[in-house]
Each structure stands twice: as C-alpha cells, then as structure tokens.
C-alpha cells in the first residue's frame, strides 16, 4: 500500500487546477497552501489539502478558494462582491470538478460551490470543497 501525504494530494491538485480552462480565465496564478502572496488584488486559486485518513480505501478533502477582488459600482468608495464574475467562476469551477480525471483519485463535490466574503482584503472567495477517495490495496 502506497500512502499517500496531504502535500502530494495538494500538489496533485493544484497540477490539475493550474492546466484548466479555469486557470486560463483567472486574471491571476494557482498556488498552493500558504504560496499566495500577501495583499494580492488580483483573481488567484489556493489550493487547501483539508484532511484526510489513509487506509486500503483512503478518502479526505481539499479545498479550493477562488479570490475575485469586489467592485465599487458607484464610485463612492463602497466595495461589493463582483456578482457576475463570481457566477462566471463558480460555473467554471464547477464545469472543472466534473472534468477532472477519475484515476488515481476520484474527485466529487463535498458541498455546493458557494461565495464568502473577506472584508480584510476587499474581496469574495468561491469556495469548492472537494472529497477525494483512492483504492489502495494491501499488498
């Protein structure tokens, strides 16, 4: 049995994450865990090995925060979440998940995609929580 640690599920991840039509459309990079630059104001993907357990059937989670900067529509200084391109994300990300190759892990949604907002950096996040599962027999 191979285990696997949660740095190479991540980096697993973050390969699969930063080849896509999603990377393509963020006006920033994909990074791992604790990778993305302080003060970023641009669209980044962070990558998040969550938790997990190994076993012959080994399953965990990681997760996937998509940054988009909020807007100020009215030019006076009042920051709300940029609706539409959080919507456009959301479907990518969620167009991605489904795409993602079956083998050596199997990916599936844990929750639904949904938006949060951090006040700190002027910025909503989409968060895609991902469950993982891969048969490893005991050899």
Do not use: C
């Not at 990681?62 to 539409?84: K, L, M, Q, R």
């Not at 456009?88 to 489904?98: D, F, I, M, N, T």
């Not at 795409?99 to 599936?108: E, G, I, Q």
């Amino acid at each position: 049995m191979i285990n696997r640690t949660g740095r190479e599920i991540e980096g697993y991840v973050w390969k699969q994450l930063r080849d896509s039509a999603l990377a393509k459309a963020l006006s920033g990079r994909v990074y791992r865990d604790g990778t993305r630059p302080r003060g970023s104001v641009e669209e980044d993907a962070v990558v998040i090995f969550s938790g997990g357990q190994s076993d012959e059937i080994s399953e965990g989670f990681v997760t996937i925060n998509i940054y988009v900067p909020d807007v100020a529509p009215w030019d006076n200084g009042v920051y709300v979440e940029d609706v539409e391109r959080t919507e456009e994300l959301g479907r990518l990300a969620s167009q991605w998940v489904s795409d993602l190759p079956v083998y050596p892990y199997r990916f599936s949604l844990r929750d639904t995609i949904y938006t949060m907002e951090d006040r700190e950096l002027r910025q909503h996040f989409i968060t895609v929580h991902l469950m993982y599962r891969i048969y490893e027999p005991r050899i």
